[in-house]
């Protein structure tokens, strides 16, 4: 197809130069008529033997996928589980979590998936966040696996009931092993501690190290049932085991609600906005135009493959683009509830996967775990990362690797945001250029506004000679939420050329075949290595709070240890003359009184570096350079703050200088 004929009026949403990569055929936008689950069982009619989930070890087929959430169905209608009613969910990514979402959507209540992971280590400030959620979501039911009852909804109890919540759902990860799956578990607490204490050459040491890991592990599981067995006992409200209520459970018989515009689901963006990370609500319409579209795209995969589900429920790149494509593609979902973020390689190794859908950081780490050097990669067919992006010599070192360790996937990105249930441009193939993010799904389109006005949209359009074309990116598409909940308007649309469209504030470029390439963020906001999103303005503003502190700005920076993005905190203070116990000091100070003694901040938003400065950077505008900063390279003089955390956890804060650190160890 000659290109040049769909350059008609210059603006891309109008003349759309993607849809030439596009069967035509295929493009039609679906009407779906049914909900989400009734979606997903019809796309496998024939497929019922097939794995849909592994957790492990333990393998759940896609018959029995399908009768659970019927079964959960039943469980929550007996409950008193209304349509529209709103269960709140503090879950990891375990089979029983997506079977009672599937159950949930057939009856019409709405799953509202939260962080599960503390964001601080003081349980009474994680609770209040929790309560506050609860009040402005208006939940109406709690789901949570045991441990994040104890830490996250136990000190509230009584704030709960007097909302009108009188049952707590639990679910207990182990509950769903066999007893293969926990000794596979244990051993990777192991092999964890291993990738942990590399260095160790000690045969005996390492061998002593990773039995008290074992003991140590075997004993927390023990206190945590024991304390989940007594918080039990004195609760004012009704906690109870959702085996219990399966087993209780008499009723055979529930309304399906099949309307495609019934909300069934609400995440949360990665970053937060005041208070509270923003609620993304979602619909049965939403989510089957999106799995349409990536079906159409070529993105789904083959019946039968194995894919990694480690992004998390809360997030829609998670819940839709990470658990039900592979649902709808006949894959199997590999359940993986913890894992050491700096080890995601460890995964590969053990479960050898077909498919894996990580962060740009993970992906980008993979050739430089040794553990990996001699495995055999040939199982891998597709490779997937989203929510930021990778340089080009990142890619290729990528693709040279996967091609050497057996593979013939190369890289492939998905760009989007929660608010369009995740992804709303793919590359690959002819359109998967360097740095790309590629094309519009087929029922998306996008339209290059101008950045500077904010109350309209205005598009901008190739004028002659233009090869590229810059601005803010807007999308349209039935995957896009309405933005409104509970009344509020949270994400505003606008109206261009007969079609809504909300704003994405990324600035983006096109180039005359509808190829895009992500070039910043109009707030400077970023993804840390977990793909956790930092929006600096609201970091800053916190810890201009401190007495000490004259002058702030985060940027980010490639941390070598952790393999990937993280925030670094630039710092002129009022104070000089003062010494590195006195910096280490005031760090602290800001690090536990301006984010994790505030119930407002998350612990993922602790800057992993410091760096007190006598003055910023200036632009030719005299305000502090930005980029300048970003572009500074680390020379030591940084004070370090070293959490240790998995996906799931929040442990122990270190605050250190990296000097006197290395001084003391070579005594």
């Given amino acids: 197809m000659n290109n040049e004929s769909r350059i008609k009026t210059g603006y891309p949403h109008l003349d759309?130069?993607?849809?030439?990569?596009?069967?035509?055929?295929?493009?039609?936008?679906?009407?779906?008529?049914?909900?989400?689950?009734?979606?997903?069982?019809?796309?496998?009619?024939?497929?019922?033997?097939?794995?849909?989930?592994?957790?492990?070890?333990?393998?759940?087929?896609?018959?029995?996928?399908?009768?659970?959430?019927?079964?959960?169905?039943?469980?929550?209608?007996?409950?008193?589980?209304?349509?529209?009613?709103?269960?709140?969910?503090?879950?990891?990514?375990?089979?029983?979590?997506?079977?009672?979402?599937?159950?949930?959507?057939?009856?019409?209540?709405?799953?509202?998936?939260?962080?599960?992971?503390?964001?601080?280590?003081?349980?009474?400030?994680?609770?209040?966040?929790?309560?506050?959620?609860?009040?402005?979501?208006?939940?109406?039911?709690?789901?949570?696996?045991?441990?994040?009852?104890?830490?996250?909804?136990?000190?509230?109890?009584?704030?709960?009931?007097?909302?009108?919540?009188?049952?707590?759902?639990?679910?207990?990860?182990?509950?769903?092993?066999?007893?293969?799956?926990?000794?596979?578990?244990?051993?990777?607490?192991?092999?964890?501690?291993?990738?942990?204490?590399a260095k160790i050459t000690d045969a005996s040491v390492e061998k002593l190290k990773n039995y008290q890991a074992i003991l140590e592990k075997l004993k927390a599981m023990k206190k945590e049932n024991k304390a989940y067995e007594e918080a039990v006992k004195s609760s004012p409200l009704r906690v109870v085991k959702y085996e219990e209520l399966v087993k209780e459970c008499t009723h055979t018989y529930y309304v399906k609600n099949v309307d495609p515009e019934q909300a069934t689901y609400i995440g949360h963006t990665s970053g937060t906005s005041g208070a509270r990370p923003k609620p993304i609500i979602l619909t049965n319409k939403n989510g089957i135009s999106t799995l349409e579209q990536l079906i159409k795209g070529d993105v789904a995969f083959k019946p039968g493959e194995k894919a990694l589900h480690v992004l998390p429920f809360f997030a829609p790149f998670g819940a839709y683009d990470n658990y039900l494509l592979n649902l709808v593609s006949g894959a199997t979902n590999i359940d993986v509830p913890e894992f050491e973020i700096s080890e995601f390689g460890y995964l590969l190794k053990k479960y050898h996967?077909?498919?894996?859908?990580?962060?740009?950081?993970?992906?980008?780490?993979?050739?430089?775990?040794?553990?990996?050097?001699?495995?055999?990669?040939?199982?891998?067919?597709?490779?997937?990362?989203?929510?930021?992006?990778?340089?080009?010599?990142?890619?290729?070192?990528?693709?040279?690797?996967?091609?050497?360790?057996?593979?013939?996937?190369?890289?492939?990105?998905?760009?989007?945001?929660?608010?369009?249930?995740?992804?709303?441009?793919?590359?690959?193939?002819?359109y998967n250029q360097a740095e790309s993010i590629g094309i519009p799904l087929p029922n998306t389109t996008i339209a290059i506004v101008d950045p500077n006005v904010e109350d309209k949209l205005v598009p901008l359009k190739f004028e002659e000679g233009m090869?590229?074309?810059?601005?803010?990116?807007?999308?349209?598409?039935?995957?896009?939420?309405?933005?409104?909940?509970?009344?509020?308007?949270?994400?505003?649309?606008?109206?261009?050329?007969?079609?809504?469209?909300?704003?994405?504030?990324?600035?983006?470029?096109?180039?005359?075949?509808?190829?895009?390439?992500?070039?910043?963020?109009?707030?400077?906001?970023?993804?840390?290595?977990?793909?956790?999103?930092?929006?600096?303005?609201?970091?800053?503003?916190?810890?201009?709070?401190n007495s000490h502190v004259k002058y702030v700005r985060i940027t980010p920076y490639f941390d070598e240890a952790r393999r990937g993005i993280m925030p670094i905190c630039h710092l002129v203070l009022n104070e000089s003359d003062l010494s590195d116990e006195e910096k280490i000091e005031i760090v602290k100070e800001i690090v536990y009184k301006q984010i994790i003694d505030n119930h407002d901040m998350s612990s993922r938003q602790i800057p992993a570096k410091f760096k007190i400065r006598e003055n910023m950077p200036l632009s030719k505008n005299s305000k502090i350079d930005f980029n300048a900063l970003a572009k500074e390279p680390l020379d030591g003089s940084e004070i370090c703050v070293d959490v240790k955390e998995t996906n799931l956890t929040v442990e122990n804060i270190n605050i250190y200088k990296k000097q006197e650190l290395t001084r003391k160890l070579k005594k």
């Fill in 353 to 430: 996967p077909n498919i894996i859908m990580a962060t740009p950081a993970w992906i980008a780490a993979l050739p430089n775990y040794k553990y990996l050097k001699d495995v055999d990669l040939s199982c891998l067919s597709t490779v997937i990362y989203g929510g930021d992006s990778m340089t080009a010599k990142d890619e290729e070192k990528v693709n040279e690797w996967l091609r050497a360790h057996g593979s013939k996937a190369e890289v492939e990105k998905g760009y989007g945001m929660s608010e369009f249930c995740g992804c709303g441009t793919y590359a690959q193939g002819k």
């Fill in 467 to 545: 090869e590229m074309l810059e601005g803010e990116c807007a999308v349209s598409s039935d995957a896009v939420t309405n933005g409104i909940v509970h009344g509020d308007i949270i994400i505003p649309h606008f109206e261009l050329d007969g079609n809504s469209y909300i704003r994405t504030r990324d600035i983006v470029q096109i180039d005359r075949n509808g190829i895009l390439y992500h070039k910043d963020r109009k707030d400077r906001s970023f993804a840390r290595v977990d793909g956790y999103k930092i929006k600096p303005h609201e970091i800053e503003a916190e810890i201009e709070k």
């Fill in 16 to 197: 759309k130069p993607w849809l030439q990569f596009y069967d035509e055929k295929l493009i039609s936008s679906p009407d779906p008529k049914t909900n989400v689950t009734e979606y997903l069982k019809m796309k496998n009619q024939g497929r019922g033997n097939l794995i849909a989930s592994s957790f492990y070890g333990k393998e759940t087929s896609f018959n029995e996928l399908f009768n659970k959430a019927d079964i959960a169905a039943k469980v929550l209608n007996e409950l008193g589980v209304q349509k529209g009613e709103v269960i709140m969910n503090l879950v990891p990514n375990i089979p029983a979590s997506g079977e009672i979402w599937l159950g949930a959507t057939e009856i019409g209540a709405i799953s509202d998936f939260i962080d599960p992971r503390p964001d601080t280590m003081d349980v009474k400030a994680n609770a209040k966040k929790v309560l506050e959620l609860v009040k402005y979501e208006q939940a109406k039911y709690i789901i949570a696996l045991d441990k994040c009852y104890l830490g996250m909804l136990k000190p509230i109890e009584r704030e709960l009931k007097n909302l009108g919540i009188s049952t707590i759902i639990t679910l207990n990860a182990s509950d769903a092993m066999n007893l293969q799956g926990k000794v596979s578990y244990l051993k990777d607490v192991i092999a964890y501690n291993d990738l942990r204490n």
